[in-house]
């Protein structure tokens, strides 16, 4: 099987380090959650969106190594890999940050990948299926270009585009419950790692 994964928000999982970082740079209210999104909705809420543009860009370049994988991700890929599945990586996002400091944010991420997702020092997935494509079009074209039986993404606009690969089976990563009862095919969402390797074991 050839499974595709996307990248932010999917294997990566940000909520901790946005609060952590947000709260190193703005007197966040204590009872703001650790979650990118209640941070995101706080800044907006304050009139600060450029600041909030800033501080992914931060996040995403300076201080993409102390992001964590979401629980469970590493070791279903290690599983899947142990199986003969294979497996790769297929986001978008911009090559750089639209304010502040231009970090290569692709760079960022490959590291990442290259530094986290290992087994016994190899890569899980290898540099030549890892793809960072600069927009929403091209990340479409590659998940068919790459053949997928399956692909794994947190934004349901992607799986339900209408240039979304036909023969791919979509699944909506969404463990905030957030899309469950709006998305297509309910019985296509998981979420956690632990319920997509079961969901594609059966």
């Keep these: ?39 995101r909705d706080w800044f ?30 590493i070791e279903f890929m290690r599983s899947a890999a142990r199986a003969g599945h294979i497996l790769g990586i297929v986001s978008h996002k911009t090559k750089h940050p639209f304010l502040g400091p231009k970090y290569d944010l692709h760079a960022a991420a490959r590291e990442w990948v290259e530094k986290h997702l290992i087994e016994e020092g190899k890569a899980l997935i290898p540099p030549e299926r ?8 091209e990340k479409l074209s590659r998940i068919a270009q790459f053949h997928c039986d399956v692909f ?13 690969p036909a023969n791919t089976r979509p699944i909506l990563f969404d ?14 969402v998981v979420l956690s790692w632990d319920e997509l390797a079961v969901r594609l074991s059966g």
């Design 175 to 188: 463990p905030e419950n957030n899309h469950a009862a709006t998305f297509p095919s309910p019985d296509a």
């Design 152 to 164: 794994v993404d947190d934004l349901p606009e992607i799986l339900m585009a209408p240039r979304f």
């Design 1 to 39: 099987m050839r499974i595709g994964l996307d990248f932010d928000n999917t294997i990566v999982s940000y909520d901790a380090l946005f609060h952590k970082i947000a709260c190193e740079r703005a007197p966040l209210p204590l009872d703001i959650p650790k979650n990118k999104v209640a941070v």
């Design 44 to 73: 907006r809420n304050a009139g600060r969106e450029d600041t909030w543009t800033e501080l992914q860009g931060y996040v995403y370049g300076a201080r993409m190594d102390e992001a964590v994988a979401y629980p469970g991700a």
């Design 130 to 137: 890892v793809y960072f494509e600069l927009t929403k079009e």
